[in-house]
């Protein structure tokens, strides 16, 4: 069993920055690929990143591209997400997933949420225009 608690959210302007931290517990952690969702409001969840579980691995959805950073540290049971360039269509209650059964990202579809085993409860990002 794993469980996953986000923070870091909050009101920013555009052009700003943010890091998302998403604690785990569990001793599998450290085996598990992870990734960040996000949701906002009349929409479905959708893909944000992606990362195996040694970090050897990572990938990220064409709207975040080049301003998202997913990394991890292990030893703290914690992944990141680093947002710069902070857009208003950014906006949304941000999610973190751990997937069971795999390790790295070539082994299951990895930007759907249905393979995803554990949820945090999110964090709210607004980003003001």
């Known amino acids: 069993q794993v469980r996953l608690v986000e923070s870091g959210g909050g009101l920013v302007q555009a052009g700003d920055s943010l890091r998302l931290s998403c604690e785990g517990s569990g001793r599998t952690f450290s085996v598990n690929a992870m990734a960040w969702f996000r949701q906002s409001p009349l929409k479905e969840r959708e893909f944000v990143a992606a990362?195996?579980?040694?970090?050897?691995?990572?990938d990220y959805s064409d709207s975040v591209k080049g301003r998202f950073t997913v990394s991890r540290d292990n030893a703290k049971n914690t992944v990141f997400l680093q947002m710069n360039s902070l857009k208003h269509e950014d906006t949304a209650v941000y999610y973190c997933?751990?997937?069971?059964?795999?390790?790295?990202?070539?082994?299951?579809?990895?930007?759907?949420?249905?393979?995803?085993?554990?949820w945090g409860q999110g964090t709210q990002v607004t980003v003001s225009s």
């Open positions: 997933a751990a997937v069971r059964s795999f390790s790295n990202l070539a082994y299951f579809n990895y930007k759907e949420v249905t393979p995803y085993d554990f």
């Open positions: 990362i195996s579980y040694d970090a050897g691995s990572t």
